[in-house]
């Protein structure tokens, strides 16, 4: 079994371009993958998406290096500037999705919230978005709503997101494998679920 975590902040549009080959991988019965969240839009960096002009050039290249698709409804949220990223949020949302969903779900909820934003053009600041990847998901909505609200989650998420800091990681995404030397990054932004899984068996 490849035990590998998987770094990754929902406002991250080259986390969007990887996240079909991670799912790809978490669908290999040898391969278990936990999901950390990263603070790419945090404290002094979170606010207006207005406030990044480099996105939407920086969306082209992730489109035509990974064929992944922007919403109509993204990009009119990117064109108005104003909807707030705030990855702290989006830190408490995935551990809200984590708490109910229970083991095994990673990747799916990091997808789902990319999604949300990337395709439905939806906050990951506001409790509504996660009712609505709940109830896509099957998951029951009150429960996520009240993970999300309580400070017990608030606390996990900066928990996590203090463990991502202690691995040194500060890019998005990062891929680290457990090896008998300790962690190592495998892949990159643009790499292929085989050409991870080829990496994975030179470890």
Do not use: K
């Not at 080259?14 to 391969?31: K, T």
């Not at 949302?93 to 439905?120: I, P, S, T």
């Not at 993970?147 to 989650?153: I, K």
């Not at 050409?195 to 068996?201: K, V």
């Amino acid at each position: 079994m490849h035990e590998l975590i998987y770094v990754f902040d929902a406002y991250c549009g080259w986390c969007y371009g990887f996240g079909p080959q991670v799912a790809e991988l978490d669908r290999d019965p040898g391969v278990s993958i936990r999901v950390l969240p990263g603070s790419l839009f945090s404290g002094a960096r979170s606010g207006p998406i207005g406030d990044y002009p480099h996105i939407p050039a920086a969306n082209a290249r992730i489109s035509a290096a990974t064929g992944v698709r922007f919403g109509p409804a993204y990009q009119a949220l990117l064109a108005d500037g104003q909807v707030s990223m705030d990855s702290d949020d989006a830190a408490r949302g995935l551990l809200a999705l984590q708490a109910v969903a229970g083991h095994g779900r990673d990747v799916e909820l990091a997808r789902a919230m990319q999604e949300a934003f990337y395709l439905d053009g939806l906050s990951l600041s506001e409790a509504e978005t996660y009712r609505r990847i709940a109830q896509r998901l099957g998951l029951p909505a009150d429960d996520v709503e009240a993970a999300y609200a309580h400070p017990r989650t608030h606390a996990a998420a900066r928990d996590r997101q203090a463990q991502v800091a202690a691995l040194g990681v500060a890019a998005y995404p990062t891929l680290l494998a457990r090896t008998p030397a300790g962690l190592a990054q495998v892949g990159n932004p643009t790499a292929t679920a085989d050409e991870i899984r080829a990496a994975l068996r030179d470890q």
